[in-house]
């Protein structure tokens, strides 16, 4: 039984995040290392089902002003796509070639339109889910050396698949900051003191908390992308959260500019936080579990499709182009006469940027990080 | 160490409660869940057949739009459906926290949060989405004292779990149903596998893909229609016999021989050690001791799966009551022995609103890593102490260690007695300093709870 404690002794043992650090696994001397490759790539999960003609829209399809007569008509990208409005404060990006996109791709997900398949598909990385355990940004990290604690982030409050697996992953949602008054903190780490899991996280927890540059005000994607830049000036190189509110059935021109707008938010602010240096050594990569319905259904929106859009972001980009084999619009050319055709694999552009990123070898992508996956000729995805 | 009530109330319990006593021997804690289920009849939850029935009307307004070729065929009253079954969701989540606050046969519900979780089932579309606990309540929890043969038919070949794992989709190749229906696609192995893989051997087992795959073709049948429950469909089934780990079924297309091959599945003694280990690692330690498990097996094969033997065989090792601090309870037992160690009151808890059931309870559950009955695949929530014992994870704790007690209870004990009720024996120095010391008693009562001593068991 240890002496009862006095308040002084207390008082004299306790500082915020005390004295515990050198046992927390995030803060360990070792994970000051310089981390082994300094690039960073971001993965952004947009959960739902963006609509992709809805968001990169071929207007120089003839058949397009019939399936989409709902469409708000924005910037123009070649002559033959336009951008979506709600994206407009990225045309600087494209402007630059820091912004691109691929058209009509898709997991191997077909048929059932479920949006809890395909999104465990999305993350998985493989072809059918049977009995796959972890996600396919998890095994890219477990073909890396040097990985430590805070290589790789899954941030916010959703669990992200993509990055469970055994390879060490740090996670943490802005809106677990440690909210507490000081006086309870010193208490807390009193209680826990004799336990060192719980004493290191809960230091870790007052460390993450105190970020700098993660907001206290604002709406949850803008806190976590400002955290998620604030990692990637770190150790961090790997990174993923998700962009809920896809899923637009009816009246769906508001559900997206919602939606578009926490995109163009997310990516601005991850480009504003990060810094010129690592954005020009930034890829973002957004994805989707499906595209939708090319035709507008009876409520003004589009229920649950195959072919979709995936947007490319950031420094490292070669950007200014919409990527993909377009595969028509006219109803011969719709998957099941209803979806948008896919003509390539979600999984190929993320395997060629993991490629220009991290060096893993073309063997290893197609085994290993995506199983089964035949990669293609290299789309020239990065400067 | 042999029995202690305080540590079996907490290592195989709810943890202590300021009103119910501690079980005080093994017998008295098997015995519990021989007693007819109380708690159950006091604070009850649908079960399927109920679940359905709502469904149903679900399954004739779709009917209706097919036939009429209407699209959203009164899609605000399917909308409506789902709102409600979403709704009795929350009043069963909030009637398990009272189980586990009020009951005197705690293993009960620690069991059938185990079990739950072996045999993870959960709705991929939102009208399946509040099914997992009237699927609780109808496979796992009368199973509980039973065989374990039962409990693992009544599992896999409940509506969620078919559901869940595909099953229904899954067609014999060469049934009457794939010659005629061309969009029928073939077999769905993902039951077969998981019942392998999770519910049975184990995937260390000694099985192989032609297993599964036999497997797979045996299950061809189970199937589940929304409003229309269970049934085994003969035309979906695939003809001739099946060979599974070496014994063949089958040759007719009928329910006896899937459930002949389960109970095969269930005597087999890589299910014992399967199971044996499970258990061990779930009540006693992530690397439980290897004689432990043994023991546990042994038992199994000796009494064919007879569960309350089984059971009997963990409580009755030595090495299931070391006094070290043992395993981090996951984050729903956690909140769910704070509200037993608060004695919360009925009424209060089935009083909180939407919003309060929301902010207060499913909000931080998820922050904590474990959101409500969605766990990430079919092989369910980790284990290991590390997965709980995050920093995100611990901050949601303490938080709501911190700010909840003070909504669910009207009148919050005294801190100082507050530590011996929660902790009994586990109350440290430190703990009771910081309740002493604290600024208001609710940081006081959440300090108690957050000690490791509190969040472990």
Same mark, same amino acid.
């Given at each position: ?17 005390? #004295?515990?650090?050198?046992? +927390?696994? %995030? ?100 072809? !059918? ?51 507490? +008054? ?26 993450? +908390? ?37 899923? !637009? ?67 490292? @980009? ?24 896919? !003509? ?7 395997? *060629? ?13 197609? &085994? ?16 | ?12 319990? #709810? ?46 307004? &779709? ?96 509506? %969620? ?39 049975? %051997? ?60 389960? &109970? ?6 890589? !299910? ?42 963990? @409580?009755?090792?030595?090495?299931? *009551? ?7 309870? =996951? ?7 704070? #509200? ?30 474990? =959101? ?36 669910? #209870? ?48």
């Amino acid at each position: 039984m240890p002496a009862p404690l006095s308040r002084r002794a207390f008082l004299a043992r306790s500082t915020i995040a005390g #004295c515990s650090l050198a046992a +927390s696994p %995030l803060v360990t001397p070792v994970s000051f290392a310089a981390a082994p490759w300094e690039t960073r790539l971001v993965v952004i999960i947009l959960r739902g089902g963006m609509d992709g003609l809805a968001v990169v829209q071929p207007h120089g399809a003839p058949e397009y002003a019939g399936l989409r007569p709902d469409r708000q008509a924005g910037p123009d990208l070649d002559g033959f796509f336009a951008l979506h409005p709600a994206l407009a404060p990225l045309m600087g990006l494209w402007a630059r070639g820091d912004l691109g996109f691929v058209h009509a791709v898709s997991t191997p997900y077909r048929d059932k339109r479920s949006h809890f398949d395909g999104q465990d598909l999305l993350e998985a990385g493989t072809v !059918t889910l049977e009995g796959v355990r972890d996600g396919w940004l998890n095994r890219m990290l477990g073909q890396m050396t040097g990985v430590q604690a805070r290589t790789a982030f899954a941030v916010g409050r959703g669990e992200m698949k993509v990055l469970a697996g055994p390879a060490p992953v740090a996670d943490w949602t802005p809106d677990a900051k440690l909210t507490i +008054s000081p006086q309870a903190m010193r208490l807390a780490e009193l209680v826990m003191q004799d336990d060192p899991a719980f004493h290191a996280a809960l230091s870790e927890a007052a460390m993450l +908390s105190q970020t700098r540059g993660t907001r206290t005000k604002g709406k949850p994607h803008q806190k976590i992308a400002a955290f998620v830049a604030e990692q990637l000036r770190g150790d961090t190189r790997v990174a993923s959260f998700s962009i809920n509110g896809w899923d !637009t059935h009816r009246a769906q021109q508001r559900a997206l500019n919602g939606a578009l707008g926490r995109l163009s938010d997310a990516i601005l602010t991850l480009r504003d936080g990060v810094g010129a240096a690592i954005w020009e050594r930034t890829a973002i990569v957004a994805m989707t579990e499906f595209g939708r319905t090319a035709r507008l259904n009876g409520t003004g929106g589009t229920d649950h499709g195959t072919g979709g859009a995936m947007v490319l972001a950031g420094g490292a @980009i070669r950007g200014g182009r919409v990527l993909g084999d377009w595969p028509g619009l006219d109803e011969a050319d719709l998957y099941g006469r209803r979806d948008l055709m896919p !003509t390539g694999d979600v999984r190929a552009p993320a395997a *060629w940027l993991m490629r220009g990123l991290a060096g893993l070898e073309r063997s290893a992508l197609e &085994r290993v990080v995506f199983p089964g996956l035949d990669m293609g000729r290299d789309p020239g995805l990065l400067l | 160490m042999p029995f202690a009530p305080q540590l079996a109330a907490i290592r195989f319990g #709810c943890g202590l409660s300021p009103v119910l006593t501690p079980p005080s021997d093994a017998v008295g804690l098997l015995d519990g869940l021989r007693a007819p289920d109380s708690v159950a009849e006091r604070f009850p939850i649908a079960g399927f057949a109920d679940y359905d029935r709502q469904l149903a009307e679900v399954a004739r307004i &779709r009917l209706r739009a097919r036939k009429t070729g209407a699209r959203d065929t009164d899609r605000p009253r399917i909308v409506e459906i789902g709102k409600g079954l979403a709704a009795e969701h929350r009043g069963w989540f909030v009637n398990t926290l009272l189980r586990w606050s009020w009951t005197e046969a705690p293993l009960r519900e620690r069991l059938a949060l185990f079990w739950a979780d072996h045999f993870t089932a959960r709705g991929k579309v939102m009208l399946m989405a509040s099914a997992g606990f009237p699927y609780v309540e109808d496979a796992i929890r009368p199973n509980l004292p039973g065989r374990f043969a039962d409990l693992l038919i009544a599992a896999v070949t409940h509506p %969620l779990m078919l559901h869940f794992l595909d099953q229904s989709g899954s067609i014999g190749p060469n049934s009457a149903a794939a010659g005629r229906v061309k969009r029928m696609r073939g077999l769905n192995e993902n039951l077969a596998r998981e019942v392998l893989e999770l519910h049975t %051997l184990g995937v260390g087992g000694p099985y192989g893909q032609a297993d599964v795959t036999q497997l797979a073709e045996l299950f061809t049948g189970l199937t589940y229609r929304y409003g229309a429950g269970f049934r085994f469909r003969k035309n979906l089934a695939e003809p001739g016999a099946e060979t599974v780990m070496g014994a063949r079924y089958g040759g007719t297309s009928a329910l006896a021989p899937i459930h002949a091959a389960l &109970r095969d599945l269930a005597a087999h003694p890589a !299910t014992a050690q399967h199971i044996a280990r499970k258990l061990a690692v779930h009540f006693v330690a992530d690397t439980p001791d290897p004689a432990l498990v043994a023991h546990v097996q042994a038992r199994y094969l000796a009494t064919d799966g007879d569960l309350m033997a089984v059971y009997g065989a963990l @409580i009755e090792h030595p090495a299931a *009551w070391g006094s070290e601090a043992g395993n981090v309870k =996951p984050p729903l037992d956690f909140i769910a022995s704070a #509200c037993r160690a608060l004695a919360v009151r009925p009424e209060a808890l089935q009083g909180l609103s939407r919003k309060q059931v929301q902010h207060h309870l499913l909000r931080p559950l998820a922050l904590m890593g474990q =959101p409500l009955m969605r766990p990430n695949g079919p092989d369910g929530w980790p284990e290991d102490d590390a997965a709980w014992v995050t920093p995100q994870a611990v901050s949601a704790r303490l938080r709501w260690a911190l700010s909840a007690p003070g909504v669910l #209870c009207t009148d919050l004990p005294d801190p100082r007695d507050f530590v011996d009720r929660a902790l009994g024996e586990r109350a440290t120095q430190p703990v009771r300093f910081a309740a002493g010391a604290a600024e208001s008693r609710s940081d006081a009562i959440g300090l108690v709870l957050a000690a490791p001593g509190f969040q472990r068991r």
